[in-house]
């Protein structure tokens, strides 16, 4: 079994920048992909970006690429979301999650949702215009 424990939410303006850390414990090797997602009040949750522990293999949402950078700490077993140039519409609930390796193609990727069988409590992102 794997947690996993958001931290560094919060409020800024638009154009700020705020960094997610993704913390994990457990059985943290039994997964080999390390995603964020994000989830906007009455609205399905969405990938964001994911990354694959054993490489510098990254995916992203076309609406946050060249804005977000995922990254990792493997040693701390932790997970970074650095966001910059932040905008209302990337107000959200933003959830850490880790699942298998999908075999062909980009390993770890911001889809499905359902592949990704861990998940945090999330942390509260608000973007103010």
């Known amino acids: 079994q794997v947690w996993l424990a958001e931290s560094g939410g919060g409020s800024v303006q638009a154009g700020g920048s705020l960094r997610l850390s993704c913390a994990a414990s457990?059985?943290?090797?039994?997964?080999?992909?390390m995603a964020w997602f994000r989830q906007r009040a009455g609205e399905e949750r969405e990938g964001v970006a994911a990354v694959y522990s054993l490489g510098p293999l990254t995916d992203y949402a076309a609406s946050v690429k060249g804005r977000f950078t995922i990254s990792q700490d493997s040693a701390k077993n932790t997970v970074f979301l650095q966001m910059d140039d932040l905008k209302p519409e990337d107000s959200a609930v933003y959830y850490c999650a880790t699942g298998p390796a999908l075999v062909g193609g980009l390993p770890c990727r911001v889809y499905p949702t359902s592949n990704y069988p861990a998940w945090g409590q999330g942390t509260e992102v608000t973007v103010s215009s």
């Open positions: 457990g059985n943290t090797a039994s997964f080999l992909c």
